[in-house]
């Protein structure tokens, strides 16, 4: 593995940042091999040296690539000075002090390598050996043939020319286009250059790809492991990384926090009643006997009650029993009267049933006929 500056190895073995490692290495509590070492510019390598903080020998971290969705308005950086947001703060879960391969803007998403593998990140970010990176822009106005070659010519940025892109026209929509732009090289905003250039303001910008390896099916802020396909292709393609390992088996995405669940109005309501907007797929509990639970109609028949009354909320089909003489039962709904009683105390007679006046009154109107 090729050596790196001990501030570095440090950094990213999580023992300081490189700023307070440069302190450590200043007060002579590093050494290398079993020298001390003081000088802020040395370097060697994690693999092979034997490097040591206050007599604790370092050991290397395993070596990890992933690859994160960055969302718009996160910085490319591990810190940053004005307190924005950054990629490190989306990679809080990754097992390894990892730091990402080139960058992406500001105002960018897409897929954003990252790796605590410096060789690996130096090769792949490397112009000369051109791994593809590529972007679909929206931008403002109608862009015909003609105008796609002025996309495809090379500009000057910080006084040096750019490799030509590779353009096509996806779609229009209404005054706008979508393209697809490959870059061979990462150039400090590059795309908006060629859109300010051309006369085609670039609205919004996403990286769909780097070097072969997408960030499809993670969503904005998300990250996962290269699988050992992709390292086996990045490996003959760009010759890293050296070893492939099979990924750890996290959880596909992460990185982002776990959205709660939005709570059901209603939700936690008294048994047999639905939360609100939503219809239960289950019966409503039984309530009293002889009364169907609330909301819901009861299709068990109510027990009896006392005699001579319906259940309550019930209607009875069967005739209430008679009563203690002298005492009328209590009224029912049963359909018929109650019978007639003579009273023990009062000897007056209570009314008859309709039936038994009509049936009476018509044995009298015969025997009225009869004498006749």
Do not use: C
């Not at 009643?273 to 006997?289: F, I, K, L, N």
């Amino acid at each position: 593995m090729a050596e790196e500056r001990l501030q570095k190895i440090l950094a990213r073995a999580g023992i300081a940042s490189r700023r307070n490692a440069e302190a450590l290495i200043s007060a002579g509590r590093v050494s290398v091999d079993g020298r001390k070492v003081t000088e802020l510019g040395a370097k060697a390598d994690p693999r092979a040296s034997r490097i040591e903080v206050d007599g604790r020998r370092l050991v290397a971290e395993p070596l990890v690539y992933v690859v994160l969705h960055k969302p718009r308005a996160v910085v490319s950086t591990l810190s940053d000075p004005e307190g924005r947001r950054t990629v490190a703060d989306l990679v809080r879960d990754v097992p390894a002090r990892v730091a990402p391969v080139g960058r992406l803007d500001y105002h960018t998403s897409g897929a954003l390598l990252m790796t605590n593998d410096g060789e690996f990140a130096s090769r792949i970010a490397h112009p000369r050996l051109g791994a593809p990176k590529v972007y679909v822009a929206k931008v403002k106005g109608e862009v015909k043939d003609a105008d796609l070659e002025r996309w495809t010519e090379s500009i000057t940025i910080e006084g040096r020319a750019t490799r030509p892109a590779e353009v096509t026209r996806l779609r229009y929509e209404g005054d706008k286009t979508w393209l697809e732009i490959t870059l061979r090289e990462g150039r400090n905003r590059q795309v908006r250059r060629l859109g300010e250039r051309s006369g085609f303001p670039v609205m919004r910008l996403a990286r769909l790809s780097h070097a072969g390896i997408s960030s499809e099916g993670l969503r904005p802020g998300e990250w996962r492991y290269l699988t050992s396909d992709e390292l086996t292709d990045l490996k003959q393609a760009f010759g890293v990384p050296h070893r492939v390992r099979a990924a750890p088996a996290p959880p596909i995405a992460k990185g982002r926090p776990q959205l709660r669940q939005r709570a059901v109005k209603g939700a936690g309501a008294k048994p047999g009643r639905a939360p609100q907007g939503v219809r239960s797929t289950h019966p409503a509990p039984v309530g009293r006997p002889g009364r169907g639970a609330q909301g819901a109609r009861s299709t068990h028949p109510a027990p009896v009650g006392r005699p001579g009354r319906a259940a309550q909320g019930a209607r009875s089909t069967h005739p209430a029993p008679v009563g203690r003489p002298g005492r009328a039962p209590q009224a029912t709904r049963a359909g018929r009267p109650p019978p007639v009683a003579r009273s023990a105390r009062s000897g007056q007679k209570q009314q008859p049933p309709a039936g038994e006046a009509r049936g009476r009154s018509s044995a009298k109107a015969r025997a009225r006929t009869n004498r006749r």
